[in-house]
């Protein structure tokens, strides 16, 4: 079942990873989190339950330093999520130092030879409890092992402390924020929950130097144990708005020209200069919507490269911004109104006598679509006939 729900969060991490470019930045800490926590349950079925002597050679020792950046990659993805900022100080830095000391700690095993390693697991596979004797630099192995669900803990405790600091509990009338509050306190029940388990079983494992014994004395933390990684994986997969994060859409624009244009908006002056906040209002989302139409008036979309980064380079608006503004405000996906637009362009064109003298596919080239199939199937999805029969109808 471990090896099960490991390979499942494997699976849901890769899938994120090729989420990244349009949500939130802050979620690469949330898939450096997920990767190395189910590194690190793929490392306790090794030694467990594996009885595989190369898996337990490869897996035991050599991701150790990594198991110390669970709490501080967890911590900043909830800071991350608050401030709408993925952005490290040099400070920051600082929490990798206890991941660094490990690895040197455990350098004499790293560089050592292939064929102790195998003794070493062999060793294991006798004996699961065997993983203790092993020499490191200066940290006891004991200590090291422990050191991974405790810091992990109070790492999160530093992230509640964080999100009532910051007042989210208190400013989530908005959907999305009232979402990611509900999210962060499930996440961090989860944690909470994995990491007291894992905690149990390393404490239990030492005091009786047996690895099973704790597994049947503890079988009710176990399968919560396992229950909550099983969770954690999968959350991804039913909350999948939760990747925007909280955009905290503090756009103000120049009103000289628009004050009318604003006016009709309700957008009042105050409004545009306000600070961040968890509240992303109506006037915020009218601020965007006023940029974004702007933006379009130059037709950037009728360019065959036109995409979402593109579009949030050209408007400095960032991409998590934008696919929130699209799926969530609009109700639509980039593609589809990007689409719709250029199928706008065509029927502009047509509707001028240019539909006359040029061919469909010179109507696609012109509004930028990079094939004729996908024009036609454009063209069909809003219009709900063919350009062809569009054509007809005309005549």
């Given at each position: 079942m471990l090896l099960s729900i490991t390979i499942l969060g494997f699976i849901v991490t890769f899938l994120l990873l090729l989420n990244l470019k349009q949500s939130n930045k802050a979620n690469v800490y949330l898939f450096f989190f997920l990767l190395i926590n189910n590194t690190y349950s793929l490392s306790h079925y090794a030694t467990v339950y594996s009885g595989n002597r190369y898996l337990i050679a490869v897996m035991l020792v050599h991701f150790t330093?990594?198991?110390?950046?669970?709490?501080?990659?967890?911590?900043?993805?909830?800071?991350?999520?608050?401030?709408?900022?993925?952005?490290?100080?040099?400070?920051?830095?600082?929490?990798?130092?206890?991941?660094?000391?490990?690895?040197?700690?455990?350098?004499?095993?790293?560089?050592?030879?292939?064929?102790?390693?195998?003794?070493?697991?062999?060793?294991?596979?006798?004996?699961?409890?065997?993983?203790?004797?092993?020499?490191?630099?200066?940290?006891?192995?004991?200590?090291?092992?422990?050191?991974?669900?405790?810091?992990?803990?109070?790492?999160?405790?530093?992230?509640?402390?964080?999100?009532?600091?910051?007042?989210?509990?208190?400013?989530?009338?908005?959907?999305?924020?009232?979402?990611?509050?509900?999210w962060l306190v499930l996440f961090i029940f989860i944690s909470i929950v994995l990491y007291f388990g894992f905690l149990f079983f390393t404490v239990t494992s030492f005091l009786t130097k047996d690895v099973n014994f704790a597994d049947k004395q503890g079988e009710f933390i176990l399968y919560a144990t396992i229950g909550?990684?099983?969770?954690?994986?999968?959350?991804?997969?039913?909350?999948?708005?939760?990747?925007?994060?909280?955009?905290?859409?503090?756009?103000?624009?120049?009103?000289?020209?628009?004050?009318?244009?604003?006016?009709?908006?309700?957008?009042?002056?105050?409004?545009?200069?306000?600070?961040?906040?968890?509240?992303?209002?109506a006037e915020n989302l009218n601020l965007l919507s006023l940029k974004i139409n702007r933006y379009i008036e130059a037709k950037p979309y009728l360019n065959p490269e036109f995409n979402l980064t593109v579009m949030s380079t050209d408007t400095d608006i960032p991409v998590h911004h934008l696919s929130y503004y699209f799926n969530e405000h609009l109700e639509v996906n980039f593609n589809t109104w990007k689409n719709d637009l250029k199928i706008d362009h065509v029927i502009y064109l047509i509707r001028n006598?240019?539909?006359?003298?040029?061919?469909?596919?010179?109507?696609?080239?012109?509004?930028?679509?990079?094939?004729?199939?996908?024009?036609?199937?454009?063209?069909?999805?809003?219009?709900?006939?063919?350009?062809?029969?569009?054509?007809?109808?005309?005549?």
């Open positions: 330093p990594l198991y110390l950046l669970i709490g501080p990659f967890f911590y900043f993805y909830v800071r991350g999520l608050l401030t709408d900022d993925h952005k490290l100080s040099k400070w920051d830095y600082v929490h990798f130092i206890p991941a660094i000391l490990f690895f040197i700690n455990i350098s004499p095993y790293v560089f050592h030879t292939w064929d102790y390693k195998l003794l070493y697991a062999d060793n294991v596979v006798k004996d699961a409890h065997n993983f203790l004797n092993i020499d490191y630099l200066f940290i006891p192995t004991t200590l090291s092992f422990l050191s991974r669900p405790v810091v992990a803990i109070i790492y999160v405790i530093a992230s509640v402390v964080l999100i009532f600091r910051k007042g989210l509990n208190e400013n989530y009338l908005n959907h999305q924020a009232k979402l990611i509050f509900k909550s990684l099983l969770f954690l994986n999968l959350s991804l997969l039913f909350f999948p708005n939760i990747l925007y994060g909280l955009p905290q859409l503090d756009y103000a624009i120049v009103t000289n020209q628009n004050r009318a244009e604003e006016e009709r908006l309700g957008i009042a002056e105050d409004v545009k200069k306000q600070s961040r906040s968890f509240e992303i209002s006598g240019s539909g006359e003298i040029l061919t469909l596919d010179a109507l696609a080239k012109q509004a930028g679509f990079g094939s004729r199939t996908s024009f036609f199937n454009s063209f069909k999805l809003k219009m709900g006939i063919t350009p062809s029969e569009y054509l007809n109808r005309l005549d």
